[in-house]
């Protein structure tokens, strides 16, 4: 690092928690240490575009006041939020102009959960309008660059989360996942992204009490640390009627468990998408080593052929009642994509949900029953290497074009229909340099099961500890 081996950078989200809670590093000190290393390297990748360091040196002052042990999961460890939900006092603009100057009274359900465990908010992610595309973009704060190769996307929505662990500004940050948005860019950068099941993480209910597609979730550099922040994450909230109760189990102890799954699965493309060859073989590859550890691998996966239509529909539904009244109102300051998506949406009827519904729930029940047989489900996270950042999404794969924006993230929206817990690890590197995402799946609610199959596969894999690295010029 250029920054003079900053070993408190470097270090794990673990180690630095165990630092807190021993009295070697205060959250203080470790605010201090991000705000240089931002200061050095996020000019370069634009992760982290809006900075709130006086509010978070106020609370850890706070939370300084109280003894060490009582000071929550995090114990003072500081994390950035992705700014689609909204933090007291902080620019949250949902990438946005109609919302550039928005400061919100009230935060998220999501940030008072991590604040109650702990954790200190320093900085907002960028993200793309509205998490609209998983290429992070905008008009307010421009691209998120990928610090693998800065002429290359970091994927999104949480891109700008995820460019931050990569580059050593984060080291766990929040983001949400609808169709991929929290594995997409944890695969495009080196890191661990996680989908938890529905409800798992309270929200802040907006437009429906129901919005069953999307979750807020952890990311971080490594298994451990994803699970560390998922901890802190979990817990139901009177404010959001389908939140789920904590477990009385640590995720973090699932995690380290050694708990190995008996058998698992593969898919290159759940037969539904195509897959770039290079990343085929390099998920493959992957997930074949589970076999070092005794685990029995085969090719084979739940039946999804309905995932587009269901996806599309349930999609444009969500952009219809959550967005309808800024397309009346503020047209002409959105982007043509979630135009795209509102009209969709408003021209839907009754019949077309209901038949949306019915193939979610089929294929939900299908994949319930393939869990019976494997213990996980591997596939790529995404379907293409990391493009140049300058195309909007991924217009075609492997020779096909696609229809829309949104198409060629089928691997990871299947997985959202189904309702499964999901991440990507880290499982190898192009011929040209740039990761590649492994996604590893469960049944409904399997999080500890996931964690802890996920950890065992990281171990086999070798790659813990990649990042963070000095943002890197296009090669």
Not at 240 to 264: M, T
Not at 386 to 400: H, K, L, S, W
């Amino acid at each position: 690092m250029t920054s003079g081996g900053n070993e408190l950078i470097r270090a794990t989200a673990c180690a630095i928690v165990d630092k807190l809670n021993a009295g070697d590093v205060t959250p203080l000190e470790l605010l201090d240490a991000l705000e240089a290393r931002i200061a050095e390297v996020d000019g370069k990748v634009n992760a982290l575009p809006t900075l709130c360091f006086d509010r978070a040196r106020a609370n850890a002052k706070a939370l300084m006041a109280k003894p060490r042990g009582q000071r929550g999961r995090l114990a003072g460890l500081p994390v950035p939020i992705k700014d689609l939900t909204d933090v007291a006092g902080v620019l949250t603009t949902q990438g946005s102009p109609i919302f550039k100057d928005r400061v919100p009274e009230q935060s998220g359900t999501a940030v008072l959960q991590l604040e109650s465990s702990g954790g200190t908010v320093y900085a907002k992610s960028n993200t793309p309008e509205f998490g609209a595309g998983a290429n992070t973009f905008n008009e307010v704060f421009g691209p998120t660059l990928n610090p693998w190769d800065l002429s290359k996307s970091a994927a999104g929505s949480s891109g700008g989360a995820a460019a931050a662990l990569a580059s050593g500004t984060a080291w766990i940050a929040h983001g949400s996942d609808m169709g991929g948005s929290l594995r997409n860019p944890a695969s495009f950068c080196g890191v661990v992204g996680m989908r938890p099941s529905i409800g798992r993480v309270a929200v802040t209910p907006a437009a429906a009490i129901a919005r069953t597609l999307n979750v807020n979730g952890p990311m971080a550099r490594n298994v451990e640390d994803l699970a560390l922040m998922l901890d802190a994450m979990c817990g139901e909230h009177i404010g959001d009627p389908v939140s789920l109760p904590a477990l009385p189990i640590s995720y973090l102890d699932a995690a380290r468990s050694g708990r190995k799954p008996k058998k698992v699965a593969y898919s290159p493309d759940f037969g539904i998408t195509p897959v770039d060859p290079e990343v085929k073989a390099l998920t493959r590859k992957a997930a074949e080593r589970f076999a070092e550890a005794g685990v029995i691998v085969e090719e084979a996966h739940p039946d999804m052929k309905e995932a587009h239509e269901c996806f599309q529909t349930l999609r444009a539904y969500d952009f219809a009642i959550s967005k309808a009244q800024l397309l009346r109102t503020k047209r002409d300051q959105l982007k043509p994509e979630v135009i795209w998506n509102i009209e969709k949406g408003l021209k839907l009827t009754v019949e077309d949900l209901e038949r949306a519904e019915a193939q979610r729930l089929a294929m939900m029940n299908r994949a319930i029953e393939f869990f019976k047989t494997y213990d996980l489900l591997l596939a790529p996270a995404t379907i293409v290497q990391p493009f140049p950042i300058e195309n909007r999404y991924a217009a075609e794969c492997d020779g096909v074009k696609f229809d829309n924006y949104v198409q060629w993230l089928a691997i990871v929206y299947a997985i959202t229909l189904i309702c499964s817990p999901a991440m990507s690890i880290p499982c190898g590197f192009t011929k040209s340099g740039l990761p590649v995402g492994l996604q590893v799946i469960a049944a409904p609610r399997g999080e500890a099961q996931l964690l802890a199959g996920a950890k065992v596969l990281e171990d086999i894999l070798g790659l813990r500890g990649t990042t963070p690295i000095d943002p890197r010029p296009a090669r």
